[in-house]
C-alpha cells in the first residue's frame, strides 16, 4: 500500500521524529487481528480491568494508557460490543479500589477521598508513545499521553488541568490496604 518493500517501509518508520521512531508489535491479545474476545470479560462480575507496571516491563507496555483506552475504545469508538460509560467508571474506580483494600476511595460519597476526573469524552484520546529514557542508569520506559482530561482533583486539589499539573501533590505513598477499620483507627 505505501508502494515500497516492507524492508523499507519498517526502515522509513524508524528514521521519523528525528530517528526516535519505533514499531510496536503487540504479542498476546491480538491474535485475530482484533480485540472482540475481551468483550465477554468487559462484563463479567469475576473481571477488573486494572494495570499499572511499576518498572518490570515499563520499556515494552504502557498501562497507564489502559483506562484512556478503555474509555475511548470501549465505551465510545468501538463499532460493535461496548460497555456502558457507567460500567467504566465502575470498573475502573469502585471495583479497582476493592481489589485493593483501598476503601477510602472509589466513589463519590461523604467521607471518601474526593478524587474525580473530569473528562471531554469527545475530546479523549490516547497520544503516540514514545521511549524516554529518564529511570536510573538511564533505563527506558513507554510513555503515552491522553487527551481529553479537562481537570484531575486529588484529595479535593486540583492537581492537573487540560493535561498540565498545576503544581498541587496532595497524594501520599500507600504501602498496603487502607481498610475501613485501618483508616477509623488512624483517626
Known amino acids: 500500500?505505501?508502494?515500497?518493500?516492507?524492508?523499507?517501509?519498517?526502515?522509513?518508520?524508524?528514521?521519523?521524529?528525528?530517528?526516535?521512531?519505533?514499531?510496536?508489535?503487540p504479542i498476546i491479545n491480538y491474535a485475530d487481528g482484533n480485540l472482540d474476545f475481551l468483550k465477554d470479560l468487559q462484563h463479567a462480575d469475576d473481571t477488573v480491568n486494572s494495570l499499572s507496571d511499576g518498572g518490570a516491563h515499563c520499556g515494552t507496555i504502557c498501562d497507564a494508557a489502559?483506562?484512556?483506552?478503555?474509555?475511548?475504545?470501549?465505551v465510545r469508538d468501538r463499532a460493535r460490543g461496548t460497555i456502558g460509560l457507567e460500567n467504566a467508571i465502575k470498573r475502573q474506580c469502585n471495583d479497582t479500589a476493592r481489589l485493593y483494600g483501598l476503601e477510602d476511595?472509589?466513589?463519590?460519597?461523604?467521607?471518601?477521598?474526593?478524587?474525580?476526573?473530569?473528562?471531554?469524552?469527545?475530546?479523549?484520546?490516547?497520544?503516540?508513545?514514545?521511549?524516554?529514557?529518564?529511570?536510573?542508569?538511564?533505563?527506558?520506559?513507554?510513555?503515552?499521553?491522553a487527551e481529553g482530561y479537562v481537570a484531575t482533583i486529588k484529595n479535593g486539589k486540583?492537581?492537573?488541568?487540560?493535561?498540565e499539573?498545576?503544581?498541587?501533590?496532595?497524594?501520599?505513598?500507600?504501602?498496603?490496604?487502607?481498610?475501613?477499620?485501618?483508616?477509623?483507627?488512624?483517626?
Open 66 to 74: 489502559s483506562p484512556t483506552f478503555m474509555l475511548q475504545h470501549w
Open 105 to 145: 476511595r472509589g466513589v463519590l460519597a461523604p467521607g471518601y477521598l474526593a478524587d474525580i476526573n473530569i473528562i471531554d469524552m469527545g475530546r479523549i484520546k490516547l497520544g503516540k508513545p514514545w521511549l524516554a529514557f529518564d529511570l536510573p542508569a538511564g533505563g527506558k520506559r513507554l510513555l503515552q499521553k
Open 1 to 25: 500500500a505505501a508502494g515500497m518493500s516492507g524492508d523499507e517501509y519498517a526502515y522509513e518508520l524508524l528514521c521519523r521524529d528525528e530517528g526516535k521512531g519505533f514499531i510496536y508489535l
Open 158 to 163: 486540583v492537581t492537573f488541568r487540560e493535561g
Open 165 to 187: 499539573w498545576t503544581g498541587e501533590a496532595p497524594g501520599g505513598l500507600i504501602r498496603g490496604p487502607q481498610r475501613a477499620e485501618m483508616l477509623e483507627a488512624a483517626e
